[in-house]
Nanobody, 125 residues
Framework: QVQLVESGGGLVQAGGSLRLSCAKSGRTFLRYVMGWFRQAPGKEREFVATISWNGGRTYYADSVKGRFTISRDNALNTIYLQMNNLKPEDTAVYYC??????????????????WGQGTQVTVSS
């Protein structure tokens, strides 16, 4: 079994920052891709950021590029999403996801095998 647990969400004013964490437990993998997605009310889940197994490759959605940074610490089985200069449009439930079959980053929702329960991020104006 694989469990992903997000934390770090909350309420923040526009222009502020939050740091999300996602802790993985259970089954281990030699190489795997991790990603962050988000889903706002009434909208489909969308890609935010992804990172390769060794952290060497990262990709971001255009909407967050330059503001968000994804990173991972394999020793701690944790990935992070540093979110700066937050905007009200960033308000959503943020999900951590794991792709066990990919070595390189992927941006598709359907590519990921495991998902966390999400953490709410609310950005006020």
């Amino acid at each position: 079994q694989v469990q992903l647990v997000e934390s770090g969400g909350g309420l923040v004013q526009a222009g502020g920052s939050l740091r999300l964490s996602c802790a993985k437990s259970g089954r281990t993998f030699l190489r795997y891709v991790m990603g962050w997605f988000r889903q706002a009310p009434g909208k489909e889940r969308e890609f935010v950021a992804t990172i390769s197994w060794n952290g060497g490759r990262t990709y971001y959605a255009d909407s967050v590029k330059g503001r968000f940074t994804i990173s991972r610490d394999n020793a701690l089985n944790t990935i992070y999403l540093q979110m700066n200069n937050l905007k009200p449009e960033d308000t959503a439930v943020y999900y951590c996801a794991l792709d066990e079959s990919s070595k390189y980053p992927t941006m598709g929702v359907r590519d990921y095998d495991y998902w966390g329960q999400g953490t709410q991020v609310t950005v006020s104006s």
